[in-house]
């Protein structure tokens, strides 16, 4: 097999890069993946504020719902 020196300088340039960009960029993965958990975690907190809400409102709405089918007066009852 013949020996190109081209490609040798290819190969060797392309894992010194990966092992030198590797430690540089780690940092920098790191602390994006910090923020997207960050990010992650604020949506899911409005979310489940929102679902709080969204049930507060519907609980309401059934005990108004409610308390316009129930007997008011006396004799209402009596006939139920």
Known sequence: MKFDLSSF???????????????????LLLELATMLYRF???????????QEDLEDLLAEARARAHRHTEPTTAREQAQA
């Open 40 to 50: 992650s975690d604020s949506v899911m907190a409005k979310a489940a504020m929102k």
């Open 9 to 27: 300088l290819l190969g060797y340039g392309a894992g010194a890069t990966t092992v030198f960009l590797g430690k540089r960029l780690r940092p």
